[in-house]
């Protein structure tokens, strides 16, 4: 209180009647600051350092992840307390729920998945799905391919036409950064791109196993449907779009150096994972 008003009391009197020594006082004012407060001014600092990278986005548990990646131990608790006491926030996700008709499923395509979105490693099992952005010139319909074993879009397409070239472009653009030799999957929802005579001899003329899943089934496509999220959530719905062109480059920004950089990183803790889980795995054999 009395370094809030020493520009309008003087400090003597204020000490009097508070029963706190000037000499107190000017020692507490003039002592350095504590190592955790010190701590906390360099966290705050690369905080905000990473909120402005994010474009203003990533809430707390982002930044967290971010910190970590870095090499940082402090905890969610602590991050999430400095944000909110220097009002830095993220953007929510906001749940949205609509009901639509769904297709019928050719006869001769099957469900591999069965709801399972995890893979035990890259390029065996990724989804695809479609989805529209909104621009001054119409409609620009962006295609994604995401791999399941780390949530990175693999491929992508964008067209004022929604057909099926555009998801066959796709899926050839993931085909040519592919690596892995394994047995492939690759999942869809019953749109009429995807179950086009076109679309499914593409597939089988590259050997990838295309899986559907059956009318009436909830979540046909949540892994695909997650990165649309993120996507309008933390790009398209803060900007607004004059040509198709100016949306092409800023999707293109986003996936490529905002998305797929975390989502390597997170394939790289992984990776490690795996290769300590081997060491002890083949040390319990020596032993």
């Given amino acids: 209180m009395i370094e809030r008003c020493r520009g309008t009391y003087p400090v003597k009197m204020m000490c009097r009647l508070l029963q706190v020594s000037a000499s107190g006082y000017y020692d507490w004012r003039h002592r350095p600051l504590s190592k955790r407060a010190q701590d906390n001014q360099r966290l705050l600092r690369r905080i905000n350092v990473l909120h402005e990278l994010s474009d203003?986005?990533?809430?707390?548990?982002?930044?967290?992840?971010?910190?970590?990646?870095?090499?940082?131990?402090?905890?969610?608790?602590?991050?999430?307390?400095?944000?909110?006491?220097?009002?830095?926030?993220?953007?929510?996700?906001?749940?949205?729920?609509?009901?639509?008709?769904?297709?019928?499923?050719?006869?001769?395509?099957?469900?591999?998945?069965?709801?399972?979105?995890?893979?035990?490693?890259?390029?065996?099992?990724?989804v695809t799905d479609i989805t529209y952005l909104r621009t001054g010139e119409g409609w620009l319909y962006l295609a994604v391919v995401v791999d399941l074993f780390c949530g990175r879009v693999v491929g992508w397409s964008m067209s004022h036409h929604m057909d099926r070239q555009l998801v066959i472009q796709a899926v050839l653009m993931a085909l040519s950064q592919r690596k892995s030799k394994a047995p492939l999957v690759l999942h869809s929802d019953r749109g009429s791109q995807f179950t086009s005579h076109e679309y499914q001899q593409f597939l089988a003329g590259h050997n990838i196993t295309s899986s559907m899943s059956v009318v009436g089934s909830c979540y046909v496509n949540a892994a695909a449907e997650s990165f649309f999220g993120v996507?309008?959530?933390?790009?398209?719905?803060?900007?607004?779009?004059?040509?198709?062109?100016?949306?092409?480059?800023?999707?293109?920004?986003?996936?490529?150096?905002?998305?797929?950089?975390?989502?390597?990183?997170?394939?790289?803790?992984?990776?490690?994972?795996?290769?300590?889980?081997?060491?002890?795995m083949s040390g319990e054999n020596q032993s």
């Fill in 231 to 280: 996507l309008k959530r933390e790009r398209v719905n803060r900007r607004r779009y004059v040509t198709r062109a100016e949306a092409r480059a800023d999707v293109f920004d986003y996936i490529e150096l905002t998305y797929n950089p975390m989502k390597r990183r997170k394939l790289e803790q992984l990776s490690q994972t795996a290769l300590n889980r081997m060491s002890v």
């Fill in 56 to 126: 203003g986005v990533h809430g707390s548990p982002r930044i967290w992840d971010d910190l970590r990646y870095e090499g940082g131990t402090c905890s969610l608790n602590r991050v999430a307390r400095l944000m909110k006491e220097h009002d830095i926030q993220g953007i929510p996700s906001v749940r949205k729920w609509r009901r639509r008709k769904p297709d019928q499923r050719p006869d001769h395509l099957r469900n591999h998945l069965k709801r399972d979105f995890t893979a035990d490693e890259a390029d065996t099992k990724w």
